[in-house]
């Protein structure tokens, strides 16, 4: 059977299940909507523009966000990668760093910036940073030896040799290190709203929940991960496929 | 003499076990213009004593010299060509060529010398190519051209056919013959295989194994082009063989009697 129909099949019998959970009236409405119900929640809250309005704000402060964790952890990650002293150092802590899950910065944001939209940023750019550097300092120090060596036989050393074959030979990880970087940055992005004064989806999400608004908590659930795995299907992933065949990493 | 090895050792320092020699007193004399191979069982130190003349390692006793110019670090005037793939998967082919070439010439000159030395090696329709669309033998062949840009005095060439198959390698040694005889080049060619060394060399330099050293030197008058059932060529394979046997066999021991110590 086509891929296509099996997942359409899928979606069909799911959503068939959740009507007769619907119709068989086990739970009061508001705790279990129709998905007709959630449907035309969606399609109000996109016609009457909330939604898109809410949309545009989470895009900008990812955009934002994501963007200078995208600087910040290459400049962390080739400073680990180049220099063993800050590797020794400070590598460690990167690695614990990143192991905090980011809903536990946003209280330091909100102390620190208020309930603005900078303390937002800030929560997707520690969220997005720290998986970065680490994917650039393993990046560095996986460049193939005999690269290094063969262009040092071409009379070709130190800032040449970075940015001639290190930079360009650490390409694929660094696209790994992006794609992470918006996986992070995007569950960031949620729990920082969540908590927020709003504008965005995941202020939405917290409006909703705060107006026992089960449709509408649904609905936005549905965008988040919709968003989350279009974005990353058509953008991500195959920059990732194309860069890793280019680069020879991966049988065509 | 034009590249000269003089007493040279090289030794690894261990913090657990000490310093490890892997060869000392070295001495090596080639003219302009001569093929030479080295051949040795594995763990004699033959590629590591052209890294060491490619300015790769460092020497640890004793210098090289090449036209009285001692050498301390990598230069324009050794091109190498190394058995594992080493093109940049960024570039094509022909960037790929005109990489050694970028800091001393204008691009529309180095261009054209990039595909003088792809027309070289036959590869100039490959030109657009990226190296993961080419063969292995493309890509050493790629790989010899890039060497060659340079206008290196010395080709350095390790193992640069070991990866590929036997009919693959049979066309490259003719190769390698015609390019040798159109540059004029010097070439060093580091190989485990008798074959090859005979087939390609004016010279062979046998090594054997710990301590790594020089055990013998074959002057290979044979005319080119060599076949192999040339009676000439059969009885230099079988000389090489017999000096060779007692080294190989005297490495598998080793080997062996390390797993049962382990």
Known sequence: ?252 | MFLEVNDVGKSFHDNQSGSFHVFSNIDLSIEQNQFVSILGPSGCGKSTLLSMVAGLESISEGTITLEDSTIKQPGPDRGMVFQEPSLFPWLNVEENVMFPLKNSTSKQEAKERANTFLQMVHLSRFKHHYTHELSGGMQQRVAIARALAMDPKVLLMDEPFGALDEQTRHILHDELMKIWQETQKTILFVTHSIQEAIKLSDRVVVMGTRPGRIIADFNIDVPRPRERDDADVIQLEKDVMGLLEGEINKVLKEELSYEHSD
Do not use: C
């Not at chain 1, 799911?14 to 119900?37: D, E, H, K, R």
């Not at chain 1, 929640?41 to 995208?70: C, N, P, W, Y």
């Not at chain 1, 800050?86 to 905090?100: N, R």
């Open chain 1, 1 to 252: 059977m086509n891929i296509a129909i099996k997942r359409l099949l899928f979606i069909i019998v799911l959503l068939g299940i959740w009507q007769g959970i619907y119709v068989a009236g086990l739970y009061p409405n508001y705790i279990v909507p129709s998905p007709v119900t959630v449907g035309t929640t969606l399609v109000e809250g996109f016609v009457g523009g909330d939604l898109l309005r809410a949309l545009a704000a989470s895009f900008k402060h990812l955009l934002i966000g994501l963007s200078l964790s995208i600087v910040i952890g290459t400049l962390l990650g080739v400073i680990l990668g180049k220099s063993k002293q800050a590797d020794e150092t400070a590598g460690m802590y990167l690695i614990a760093l990143q192991s905090i899950p980011s809903i536990v910065w946003v209280p330091l944001a909100i102390l620190l910036f208020g309930f603005t939209e900078t303390a937002v940023i800030f929560v997707v750019v520690v969220g997005g940073t720290f998986v970065m550097a680490l994917n650039v300092r393993s990046a560095i120090h996986n460049v193939p030896p005999q690269f290094v060596r063969a262009a040092r036989t071409m009379d070709t050393k130190g800032l040449q040799l970075f940015y001639r074959v290190e930079v360009p030979a650490s390409v694929p990880y660094f696209i790994q290190g992006v794609r992470l970087a918006w996986a992070f940055s995007w569950r960031a992005l949620m729990a920082g709203e969540f908590l927020s004064n709003g504008p965005g989806l995941g202020y939405s999400l917290s409006f909703a929940q705060d107006y026992a608004r089960m449709d509408q908590v649904i609905g936005i659930i549905i965008i988040i991960g919709v968003i989350g795995a279009v974005v990353d299907m058509l953008v991500f992933s195959k920059l990732e496929t194309n860069v890793m065949k280019r680069w020879g990493l991966l049988k065509t």
